[in-house]
């Protein structure tokens, strides 16, 4: 096959191959799915990318090559720069890692099945090199090669993580419950969701089957999480321990407490909660990246990445509580996007049955069905897999406008595929046959799919191309670990950025305010410094038998101020220091800002604890109004906020808006600005070649009508010459019979040079068809080079605060409990 050639929005699954199934099956897709559509697309099968917004779900029994259409539709993802979060229960997936451009054996050697090798007779080189000719071959057959192994490379950066295990990246979830964006805390709807959501998958985790209404267990961590999230607030599990014996409430509804859910069974609650932070299994799930759809989607420098999430070596409790957590992780991230009609990011879930049953309610399901009712709205594909689809929600796959059909035998999954594609639409369901459909269905070949779009005309029939990546099978957690090793060193630094000083959590003891790591040596008696009433104290943390540390807190106000990024915006933040020596002139410069949500403060120590000494000369007015000068001198120099800016297209990122979001921001921008341009130019092209083949109707038509004529001149002369050879024959006037022969011949000549010029004009205007399409393809290759080429460059741009509007709110005396 010759190279294929690229169009710009499309995804290159496959070729085209005839529906032969009678009937009306095939409907008005027949016609197309047998030759090319006339866009010079060679019959091959190109998806529009914006049409997966309206999600997908692919289905075949085993051997049907469902996994490597999937792999191929991401690495099309990849190609065109949109991202992917990839749900891989069974590993499968984790093969989009394995892709060389220049296939060579000894790339295939490390991923070879060795015992594969060994029943064909072959050593592992060998097989390694037959391995090594096959995918070349194959990619060649797909009119692929090496090159467009790289453009998938070169797309998007493949990630391999294994939440529960050290054996890929690991994710943290289990040390922070974090809050939600601020999209989702203010609606209450989506708070609602979010806070169930946690909180059922937490309870799964436990073994404890909770009902969000009546379970007792289920409505206290839900009022305890929402009280903290409403309040922006992180919460560590072992806070959450705590609150479980001792809620941050008196009641709940309009009972209280200890009425409600009394202590006996809240400490059986926190046994267990506790039990499972203190287990060694649970280790690997409280270290690693934390669950963040942005870093999933992005890395650090805004390239687009395949976040592959492999949970094959998770037992179904803990594989649920991951999918959930993971799903309203994205449901959170999509409430904080803008809206979009171009295809931003990918979510595909492979064996989905089980996460989205007919009759049950597990907790993923919730987030899931949120994301195929609204994620279209937000340029979101949600593309699901399955070999059941009769283990799947029906209200589920109906909102799915793309389905991949592979071969299915058994006659209830066939049932109920045809009773979803009945139901998809009127104009759909008009062009099937339940019949010919379910023909078509159990006679496929492996690596044949039914392609059903309801952006298309009807249903089409595809062979899938051949996959870039090597598909060697699920990998093992030896061959993950083989992978995450041969990363780059920087790149594995860059896939954990350290949180900026402003998102981080709260200093705990003898941390930010005295040294991360430090030992506090106690020293005098331990009793609390008297403070004269002009200083103000807060105290931070503590249990009993803890020790305070002096340190300095102020509450500042900030104002940011730069009219040409579009900046202004008031910032709040707590100040945190140590006192050191009580100098003054470098009290700040050791100092860490927080969000003010992120420091629970308390006007009264706890009892039980002891203090550490103060400094000399610090606990006056003075001395304080002394800090409070430095402070504001400091917060000018020191306390900007960086946003950044692409010169290209004139923009800037919001305050706070990292660079790798801003990145992804200016691509989504782009590919907009390029679906627009190609949705225009296409429809311009459309017009031009209804109206040329409306002529080239008109010359088919009248070559039709030249062909009869001669054809009855022709006739005209065999009868007239029959009839003089007869006069001949038998006697009659010869002369006139030859004038009526030669007017005939005369005639049949010219009707034949009718015909000539009628297929001469006939030629013209298809070659006119022909040139169109050569420059419709040639405009579609132009405007696909000139946004490969367009990557804008990005600055970043530092604002200082607003020097005479440094609000400073409190300045305290501030002890840190430690120990």
Not at 59 to 82: F, H, N, P, Q
Not at 391 to 415: H, M, P
Request: aromatic fraction near 6%; glycine fraction near 8%.
């Amino acid at each position: 096959m010759s190279p294929i050639v690229e169009k710009i929005g499309s995804l290159y699954l496959g070729t085209r191959v005839p529906l032969e199934a009678p009937g009306a099956a095939a409907g008005a897709g027949s016609s197309a799915a047998a030759s090319p559509d006339g866009d010079g697309d060679g019959g091959l099968l190109l998806y529009d990318s914006k049409d997966l917004t309206t999600h997908a779900f692919c289905v075949g029994m085993t051997g049907s090559g469902k996994t490597g259409l999937c792999i191929g539709l991401l690495e099309e993802a990849a190609i065109d720069g949109v991202p992917a979060i990839v749900i891989d229960p069974k590993g499968d997936l984790t093969n989009l890692a394995l892709s060389f451009p220049e296939l060579r054996p000894e790339d295939f050697r490390p991923w070879i099945d060795e015992a594969a090798a060994a029943r064909k007779g072959q050593s592992p080189d060998a097989y390694a090199a037959a391995t090594a000719s096959q995918w070349r071959e194959g990619l060649a057959r797909s009119g692929q090669d090496g090159a467009r192994v790289q453009r998938f490379r070169d797309g998007a950066e493949v990630v391999i993580y294994t939440p529960g295990s050290a054996s890929g990246r690991p994710v943290r979830v289990l040390d922070t419950l974090a809050a939600p964006r601020q999209a989702v805390r203010d609606d209450p709807d989506a708070m609602r969701e979010r806070v169930v959501g946690t909180v059922t998958g937490l309870l799964t985790l436990l073994g404890v089957d909770a009902d969000p209404v009546r379970s007792p267990a289920h409505i206290l961590l839900s009022s305890i999480l929402t009280r903290a999230w409403e309040a922006g607030q992180d919460l560590g599990l072992g806070e959450l321990v705590r609150a479980i014996v001792d809620p941050p409430f008196d009641r709940v509804g309009v009972m209280d407490v200890e009425t409600f859910f009394p202590s006996k069974d809240r400490h059986a609650l926190a046994r267990s909660l506790n039990g499972v932070l203190a287990s060694p299994g649970f280790a690997a799930w409280m270290q690693g990246e934390p669950l963040d759809a942005r870093t999933l989607l992005y890395g650090p420098e805004g390239k687009p990445r395949l976040s592959v999430l492999c949970i094959a070596h998770l037992n179904d409790t803990e594989r649920m509580f991951f999918v959930t957590l993971l799903l309203n992780e994205v449901v959170s991230w999509m409430r904080a996007q803008s809206g979009s009609s171009s295809l931003r990011a990918v979510l595909y879930m492979d064996e989905v049955a089980g996460y989205l049953p007919p009759s049950q309610n597990p907790p993923s399901k919730a987030p899931m069905m949120t994301l195929l009712k609204q994620a279209r709205a937000f340029g979101l594909g949600v593309v699901l897999a399955s070999q059941n689809p009769v283990d799947i929600d029906y209200k589920a796959l109906s909102n799915c406008g793309t389905w991949f059909l592979g071969r299915l035998q058994a006659e209830r999954d066939v049932d109920r595929v045809i009773d979803g594609l009945m139901g998809a639409t009127n104009e759909v369901s008009a062009a099937l046959d339940r019949g010919a459909v379910r023909r078509t269905l159990s006679g496929l070949e492996a690596r044949t799919f039914l392609l059903n779009n309801v952006h298309e005309d009807g249903p089409r029939l595809f062979r899938t191309r051949w996959a870039l990546s090597y598909l060697s099978g699920p990998l093992s957690r030896v061959q993950i670990r083989r992978l995450i090793a041969s990363e780059q060193p920087d790149a594995a630094k860059a896939a954990t950025p350290a949180a900026p000083a402003s998102e981080a959590g709260a200093p705990g003891p003898a941390t930010s305010a005295v040294g991360v790591g430090s030992r506090v040596e106690v020293t005098g008696d331990g009793l609390r410094p008297v403070v004269p009433p002009a200083v103000p104290e807060v105290f931070a943390g503590g249990h009993a038998g803890a020790r305070y540390v002096p340190g300095l807190l102020a509450e500042v106000r900030l104002h940011y101020v730069r009219k040409g990024a579009g900046v202004d915006a008031f910032k709040d933040q707590l100040v945190v220091t140590s006192l050191g020596d009580g100098e003054v002139g470098h009290v700040w410069d050791r100092s860490y800002r927080y969000d003010p949500s992120a420091v629970p403060l308390s006007s009264e120590p706890v009892e039980g604890t002891r203090f550490e000494p103060l400094p000399d000369g610090v606990a006056n007015a003075a001395r304080m109004k002394q800090y409070a000068s430095a402070l504001e001198r400091h917060l000018y120099q020191s306390a900007t906020e960086s946003v950044w800016c692409c010169p290209e297209l004139k923009r800037y990122s919001a305050l706070g808006e990292s660079k790798a979001e801003f990145i992804a921001g200016l691509q989504q921008t782009l590919r907009e600005q390029r679906d627009g341009e190609v949705t225009k130019l296409q429809a311009d092209y459309d017009r031009k070649r209804e109206a040329l083949m409306k002529r080239v109707h008109a010359a088919e038509t009248a070559l039709g009508s030249q062909r009869a004529q001669r054809a009855e001149a022709q006739s005209r002369v065999a009868l007239d010459a029959g009839l003089g050879v007869a006069r001949m024959l038998f006697g009659g006037r010869s002369r006139r019979s030859a004038r009526t022969a030669i007017r005939a011949v005369t005639r049949a000549s010219k009707e034949s040079s009718d015909v000539a010029r009628a297929e001469e004009e006939l030629r013209f205007r298809e070659q006119a068809v022909a040139a169109l399409d050569a420059e419709r393809a040639d405009a579609l290759r132009a405007l696909a080079d000139a946004h490969a080429a367009a990557s804008p460059a990005v600055e970043e741009v530092r604002i200082r605060p607003s020097k005479s509007e440094i609000d400073l709110k409190r300045l305290a005396l501030c002890w840190w409990a430690t120990g």
